[in-house]
Structures are given as structure tokens and as C-alpha cells.
């Protein structure tokens, strides 16, 4: 019994100094105005076996245009089944408020967002759409994915690019607020 108590205090321990070195609950907030990766925290998922989706919604998405320099907004939707990490939420509002000066095309800060975590978290699966606001009349909604490799993982996302539309895989933003 006294084994189970002192290996509860070691996980109880470790999980105190992982969450020590996060962005979150710091009184306060360094805004960083330049994309990194460097802005993105993992820690450790404590049901690594479970196939669970974790949806990230940023309504409030902004980068720049690389020709004109004008700013371009979106909502970002990160739908991902983690493997044995998973991404902080302050560091991810962090990392993509990162974007807000930086310049590319939104097929390619999609893709760098999956990319990125991708690289961070290596997950099961993860799918990263961005619903930009219309410029010029037109509104774009890149879809970016990636899988671990594993059966199951390479049929969802088969099955999902298949079937990808704007707004299949996002959702109605009354359902957030």
C-alpha cells in the first residue's frame, strides 16, 4: 500500500514541475509579435491509449497578406486525437497570435499551423482548417491533415479529405459562445 501512495506523490510531483514551466496562470503575458514555433508548450497526455478528438476554435484569426500587406481574418478550427501529447491552450492562443504580422498565403499559415503541430505533438490524427473572411469576393477555407501512419488513422483521414466541404468540419459558432 505504501508503494501506491509514494508512486502517486512521484506521478503528482512530476506533473507539478511540467506544469511549473507553463505560460499558463503567469501574471503576466508577453505578447510576441513574430510568428515561432517556439511559442507552442506540450505536456504530457495522461490517456495516451484513448481515441478522443480535442477541437481548438480561434475566432479571431489575423495574418498578412505577402503581396499587399493588408491584413486577412479568419476562423481557425484544430481538430486533433492526440498521441502522447498535447498542446497547451494559452501557448497555442500565443503561437497564433504570432500570425497577426506575419505574411503568407492562407493555404500556407494552414499549413504551417498543422505542420508545426504536427512536429510538436506527432498525433494520431490532426486536421487544421482556416475559414478566411472574403477579399475581393472571395473566401477561401484551406483544410490541412496529417496522420501517424497507423490503419485506422490513414482511413479517417482518407475518408475525411474525401468528404471535406467548408464548414463539414468546423462548426456553427452559436455552438461555442
Known amino acids: 500500500m505504501k508503494k501506491t501512495i509514494t508512486s502517486k506523490k512521484t506521478k503528482k510531483s512530476s506533473r507539478q514541475s511540467e506544469l511549473k514551466n507553463f505560460k499558463l496562470g503567469e501574471s503576466n503575458t508577453d505578447y510576441n509579435l ?72 492562407h493555404e500556407d499559415c494552414i499549413q504551417t499551423i498543422c505542420n508545426d503541430l504536427v512536429n510538436l505533438l506527432k498525433p494520431k490524427y490532426i486536421e487544421v482548417i482556416g475559414e478566411f473572411t472574403p477579399r475581393g469576393g472571395i473566401a477561401i477555407f484551406p483544410f490541412a491533415s496529417a496522420h501517424d501512419g497507423s490503419a485506422d488513422f490513414k482511413k479517417i483521414h482518407h475518408e475525411r479529405l474525401l468528404n471535406y466541404a467548408p464548414g463539414k468540419y468546423s462548426c456553427d459558432l452559436n455552438q461555442v459562445y
Not at 62 to 72: F, V
Open 34 to 105: 513574430k510568428y515561432s514555433f517556439d511559442h507552442l508548450e506540450a505536456f504530457d497526455n495522461k490517456n495516451p491509449n484513448a481515441v478522443a478528438w480535442t477541437t481548438f476554435v480561434c475566432t479571431e484569426f489575423t495574418s498578412l497578406c505577402p503581396k499587399t500587406g493588408q491584413p486577412d481574418f479568419a476562423k481557425i478550427f484544430i481538430n486533433y486525437i492526440a498521441g502522447k501529447k498535447m498542446v497547451e491552450s494559452k501557448s497555442m492562443k500565443l503561437y497564433l497570435f504570432g500570425f497577426r504580422n506575419h505574411g503568407d498565403f
